[in-house]
């Protein structure tokens, strides 16, 4: 059996979140579900603790539209936890109609991206105090459809919530390449597209349109086992700058392999966080 290494996982309360949860603890790791919503988050922790034993499993409460909220998870983590060993960048949210986080953004791209920008920086020094600190962003293969624009981060004159949802994407892809040219070779960085799943980040779509997408969707274990791996297997140590798929294809934008823009966008996250580049 491997050494017990400690995982965070954003949005672990259902989903794919949930799934990778689960594998992760079933092989004896430590677990902790950063999570907005309390009571589901406990009724999680209180499943999988049933379902491996074995594993320690903790809630957090983490509301990564807030960035106050986040500073504050981080500090009681790194209080609590000197090190960590893997945080998976899993939690996104996919509305139909224009929603702000607390400081302002938009909020795809202020949850799926700047939230976890903000809190991969603040959480980096405990991840350095592994001797295999793992990254994992969830981007998807939607990245193809986003672009970044400065100017919508703070909302759009027309929303268009796919638009949205592909440059929250893109930005969480080119932020882990981003992070793999800039970290030390002891922490990696790497994106996963999970495939089709079947996730809370639809629950806002017509329920009509939902039960009809649902016969195309996989369930979210196969993505949560591939996560799985990609946070705690061996073979993964070392590998950093990679974009797999755990499910179908995986055409890949040239936007998110323009070293410029990953350079401006990057500075210009640093900027609207408050946080100081690595």
Same mark, same amino acid.
Request: include cysteine; hydrophobic fraction near 40%; aromatic fraction near 8%.
């Given at each position: 059996?491997?050494?017990?290494?400690?995982?965070?996982?954003?949005?672990?309360?259902?989903?794919?979140?949930?799934?990778?949860?689960?594998?992760?603890?079933?092989?004896?790791?430590?677990?902790?579900?950063?999570?907005?919503?309390?009571?589901?988050?406990?009724?999680?922790?209180?499943?999988?603790?049933?379902?491996?034993?074995?594993?320690?499993?903790?809630?957090?409460?983490?509301?990564?539209?807030?960035?106050?909220?986040?500073?504050?998870?981080?500090?009681?983590?790194?209080?609590?936890?000197?090190?960590?060993?893997?945080?998976?960048?899993?939690?996104?949210?996919?509305?139909?109609?224009?929603?702000?986080?607390?400081?302002?953004?938009?909020?795809?791209?202020?949850?799926?991206? !700047?939230?976890?920008?903000?809190?991969?920086? &603040?959480?980096?020094?405990? $991840?350095?105090?592994?001797?295999? #600190? +793992?990254? *994992?962003?969830?981007?998807?293969?939607?990245?193809?459809?986003?672009?970044?624009?400065?100017?919508?981060?703070?909302?759009?004159?027309?929303?268009?919530?796919?638009?949205?949802?592909?440059?929250?994407?893109?930005?969480?892809?080119?932020?882990?390449?981003?992070?793999?040219?800039?970290?030390?070779?002891?922490?990696?960085?790497?994106?996963?597209?999970?495939?089709?799943?079947?996730?809370?980040?639809?629950?806002? !779509?017509?329920?009509?349109?939902?039960?009809? &997408?649902?016969?195309?969707? $996989?369930?979210?274990?196969?993505? #949560? +086992?591939? *996560?799985?791996?990609?946070?705690?297997?061996?073979?993964?140590?070392?590998?950093?700058?990679?974009?797999?798929?755990?499910?179908?294809?995986?055409?890949?934008?040239?936007?998110?392999?323009?070293?410029?823009?990953?350079?401006?966008?990057?500075?210009?996250?640093?900027?609207?966080?408050?946080?100081?580049?690595?």
């Amino acid at each position: 059996m491997q050494d017990a290494k400690t995982v965070v996982i954003t949005g672990a309360n259902t989903g794919i979140g949930f799934a990778t949860a689960r594998h992760v603890a079933g092989r004896g790791h430590r677990v902790i579900l950063a999570c907005r919503n309390r009571a589901r988050a406990e009724r999680a922790v209180e499943s999988l603790r049933g379902e491996a034993p074995h594993g320690g499993v903790a809630f957090r409460e983490l509301d990564l539209s807030s960035f106050d909220s986040i500073h504050r998870f981080a500090d009681a983590l790194r209080s609590d936890h000197p090190v960590i060993d893997v945080l998976v960048n899993n939690a996104g949210v996919f509305p139909t109609r224009q929603r702000f986080t607390e400081e302002g953004f938009e909020q795809q791209i202020g949850v799926n991206y !700047l939230g976890h920008f903000l809190l991969t920086h &603040l959480l980096v020094p405990t $991840i350095r105090e592994s001797d295999d #600190g +793992r990254i *994992i962003h969830l981007s998807s293969i939607i990245h193809n459809l986003g672009s970044i624009e400065f100017s919508t981060f703070r909302g759009r004159k027309r929303y268009r919530g796919i638009a949205a949802y592909g440059q929250s994407k893109l930005a969480n892809l080119m932020f882990s390449n981003e992070l793999a040219r800039r970290l030390p070779a002891s922490v990696t960085s790497n994106a996963l597209h999970p495939g089709g799943v079947d996730s809370d980040i639809y629950r806002e !779509l017509p329920r009509l349109v939902y039960k009809a &997408l649902r016969l195309i969707l $996989i369930s979210p274990e196969r993505a #949560g +086992r591939y *996560i799985a791996d990609m946070a705690v297997s061996p073979e993964w140590r070392g590998r950093t700058g990679e974009f797999k798929s755990a499910h179908g294809p995986l055409p890949v934008s040239r936007r998110s392999t323009d070293a410029d823009l990953s350079r401006r966008l990057y500075e210009k996250s640093c900027e609207l966080t408050g946080v100081a580049a690595l």
